[in-house]
Each structure stands twice: as structure tokens, then as C-alpha cells.
Nanobody
Framework: QVQLQESGGGSVQAGGFLRLSCAAS????????LGWFRQVPGKEREGVAT???????QYADSVKGRFTISQDNAKNTLYLQMNSLKPEDTAMYYC???????????????????WGQGTQVTVSS
């Protein structure tokens, strides 16, 4: 059973930084994709960044150059380093896991089978 638990959210001023963590357990399949998604009330969940078991990363255009996704396999933890935060980055951030073969991709959140509870990020101007 895959379990995901996010932490590290909070409130910061514009220009600040946060690092989100996602403790993952039970991800045993060889070809996987881990990702960060975000959602604000009334809008669809959108992809922020993904990393797969081959080491490939993808980013939403809105966060390129500011956010970095990484994983520590020894600690079974996924990270999202968020720098130069903007008010429009305010959202609930979710960690997700999916199978590469099931087309779990940045633009296809519905193909991720496992989700964490989310952590709130609030950026004030």
C-alpha cells in the first residue's frame, strides 16, 4: 500500500522560499513517477513538477527556474524546493505517485493513483 505524507507548507512573503517534503512508502514498482500538484478552490488541480524513476524531471512553465523537484531514495522522500515565491503560488500542494506505464504525467494528474493529504502554501504580497 502506497502512503504519502506531505510537510513543509506555511506562510511566507513574496520572494521567500519554502521546501516541501513528501515521505513516501510502499512505492515498489520499478517504473514510477512522483509529482507535486497544487490546487486552489474552484480550480482544477494542476501539475507543478514531476520526477520519474529514470531521473527525468518536468516542470510547469509557471515555476521553471524557481522550483526544483528532487528525491532522496535512501530516505524515501520527495522534495520540492520553492524559491522566489509569488502570491499566485498560493495553493494546497499535493504529493502524488503513479506508474509510468499508466501515463502518470505532469499534465495528467488523473493518472496518478496515490495522493497525500496536502499541505497549504500561502504567499503574501
Amino acid at each position: 500500500q502506497v502512503q504519502l505524507q506531505e510537510s513543509g507548507g506555511g506562510s511566507v512573503q513574496a520572494g521567500g522560499f519554502l521546501r516541501l517534503s513528501c515521505a513516501a512508502s510502499g512505492v515498489t514498482y520499478s517504473a514510477y513517477v512522483l509529482g507535486w500538484f497544487r490546487q486552489v478552490p474552484g480550480k482544477e488541480r494542476e501539475g507543478v513538477a514531476t520526477i520519474d524513476s529514470f531521473g527525468n524531471t518536468q516542470y510547469a512553465d509557471s515555476v521553471k527556474g524557481r522550483f526544483t523537484i528532487s528525491q532522496d531514495n535512501a530516505k524515501n522522500t520527495l522534495y520540492l524546493q520553492m524559491n522566489s515565491l509569488k502570491p499566485e503560488d498560493t495553493a494546497m500542494y499535493y504529493c502524488a505517485a503513479g506508474r509510468f506505464a499508466n501515463y502518470a504525467r505532469l499534465s495528467l494528474p488523473r493518472n496518478f493513483g496515490f495522493w497525500g493529504q496536502g499541505t497549504q502554501v500561502t504567499v503574501s504580497s
